[in-house]
DNA sequence: AGTTTGACTAATG
DNA sequence: GCATTAGCCAAAC
């Protein structure tokens, strides 16, 4: 019997089912973010599809063996600071960060006002019918 | 099998 | 602004 995969999980062969399918998701959003810009844990979440599961992505980032060449580092709290961890790897993120034309000011914060990167909204899914009857409208003032 | 532990967050004081 | 708390959920003990 396959055993259930899960994001330690170094083969990740089994089929498709959830925890590997939100997995992938996720650092496909953290590869969309473009350098000079940051996404939040919550954000790629949410963006991803998992409203909420925002330690899941610092769940990935910290263990994943796939997590290779996604962009890690622009991925900060929903505070704008670099996550606290043991080791250089804080250190190493600001200095990619950087590197990038990221700014951190004084209190280690990256403004996000100015580097949070908007991830372009899924469409909708629609009721068939509304989707022949899209069209402008202008209201009326009552 | 129950508890603790996080690259988390939003709400509250 | 910080600190605390409750909610979160997969991993690790």
């Given at each position: 019997m396959p055993r259930k995969p899960t994001i330690n999980d170094p083969e990740f062969d089994a089929d498709p089912d959830?925890?590997?399918?939100?997995?992938?998701k996720i650092l496909?959003?953290?590869?969309r973010i473009p350098p000079g810009y940051v996404s939040t844990y919550?954000?790629?979440?949410?963006?991803?599809?998992?409203p909420k599961r925002a330690r899941w992505v610092g769940q990935i980032?910290?263990?994943?063996?796939?997590?290779?060449?996604v962009p890690w580092h622009?991925?900060?709290?929903?505070?704008?600071?670099i996550s606290?961890?043991?080791?250089?790897?804080?250190?190493?993120?600001g200095v990619l960060l950087k590197a990038e034309g990221v700014r951190i000011d004084g209190n280690g914060r990256v403004d996000l006002d100015?580097?949070?990167?908007r991830f372009r909204m899924k469409r909708q899914a629609r009721h068939p019918s509304a989707e022949s009857g899209r069209r402008s409208v202008v209201l009326r003032a009552p």
């Open positions: 959830e925890p590997r399918e939100a997995h992938l496909d959003m953290i590869r919550g954000r790629v979440a949410e963006a991803a599809g998992y980032l910290r263990n994943s063996p796939l997590a290779d060449g622009r991925v900060v709290n929903a505070a704008g600071r606290t961890r043991g080791g250089s790897g804080p250190r190493r993120q100015e580097y949070l990167w």
